[in-house]
């Protein structure tokens, strides 16, 4: 009997407003423990919420490019629990009236477009921070009332590597519309997975778990793979799956059950009666959606037609956004998008990596890529040499002509300093010379090569190999 996994997610996002969902104090990362909170964030008596607008804004942005419903009337719940978290008792999100849902991505999956079906987009608060010290917690309230928005599939994933690709392809999205930060490292985004197994091929679905602490979308996929492995074995020894929510331990590569107190199971929900249900205006929602930007999906299918890319390479690029962009404006000055494709995915990628940041943290022009290029391409520079000029203009935040100044790079191809050189060469390298001229062709780019070392690199490859070899068989006649 064959089991397949029945996945689905639950993204937590932290939307990037400067102010807090309802009152006015300000959302810092790292600041001083319990230096942003007010009455309001506290819930202390008296105080009344009043919603955060471009919370909403954000909020609908995001639901219109997942294209979801966006709901007649949007309402507030109490979600009614106690942790010491949550200074209020009772968290305020969305429940029966969520503000939008019925949507969907899509991901690529095996080469093929598949449908996430997005079962709600909604608003809630966040919770303050706890921070556990050996004999005693610590509570940072500065997270509380922070707008979160929580974005839920329909169980339609069905691999842990579906689960990461929807889960870099929503990033993209999100990314794209400048919601949030999208960083997982800073808690901004948070992954919840429910997974159970069922017969292939059945609609019945078996019981899940609920798996959470997972912060990296690799994490996330590792720890998808582990429990399907562990719910196939209790199958497969006749044994039920007992539903819980579980821990994902990151140095053990396991799951753990979560301390039956740490879970909440009746959460009385009621509406939030400081808060009156709204609709939001026609005339808005025209506005957000005339505000969206081309997004990921229309993005690859247009640059892949205007510069006739492969799928992958489209994807590659439109991944990150400053790197597509960077892409257009060098292709708007230089007509060879295969040149510039493979000085982004090479030369520039390896430098971004290198110094871990994206491309326009590295303050490179459009026009000074594309002047190295044209360098390379009429052979005034090697591709060595191109490679790192291309460090030195980002060292230094300066053009390749400078750069080539400054450091005496420019490619030597005239032909009598050339020959001279060859020369040298050939009279230190008696061996090597013998040996190419009995018909071992290996022993020419020995020789290029010492050539190359001779010019400190700035010989033309290329016209060193032509210059060599006419002068080594000249050399044969005349012997
Ligand atoms: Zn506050």
Known sequence: MELEPVIGLEVHLQLATETKLFCSCQVKFAAEANSKVCPVCLGLPGSLPVINRKAIEYAVKVALALDCTIGDQVKFDRKNYYYPDLPKNYQISQYDMPLSYEGHILINSENKDKRIRIRRVHIEEDAGKLIHEKEYSLIDYNRTGIPLLEIVTEPDISSPDEAYKYLVTLKTLLKYLA??????EKGSLRCDANISLRVKGEEV??????LK?????????AALEVEVKRQGRLLDEGKSVIQETLLWDE???TTIPMRSKEEASDYRYFPEPDLV?????????KEIRSSLPELPREKTKRIRQAYKLSE?????????????EFFEDCNKLFK??????????????YEINQRNKTISELFIKPEDFIKLIKLLKTDALSNLTAKSVLTLMIDRKKGPDEVINEEDLVQVSDEASLIKLAQEVILENKESVENFLSGKVKALMFLVGQVMRKSKGKANPKKVKELLERKLKEDKKDA
């Open 312 to 324: 992958e390479e489209a994807q590659f690029l439109v991944t990150e956004q400053d790197m597509v």
């Open 251 to 253: 140095e053990k590569r």
């Open 277 to 285: 249900p709204f609709a939001i205006e026609k005339k808005s929602l």
């Open 213 to 221: 602490n997972m912060n990296s979308f690799k994490a996330v996929k």
């Open 205 to 210: 679905l078996g019981t899940k778990t609920e």
């Open 179 to 184: 919601v949030s930060d999208c960083d997982m």
């Open 336 to 349: 060879d998008s295969k040149s510039i494709l493979n000085w982004i995915r090479g030369p520039l990628l």
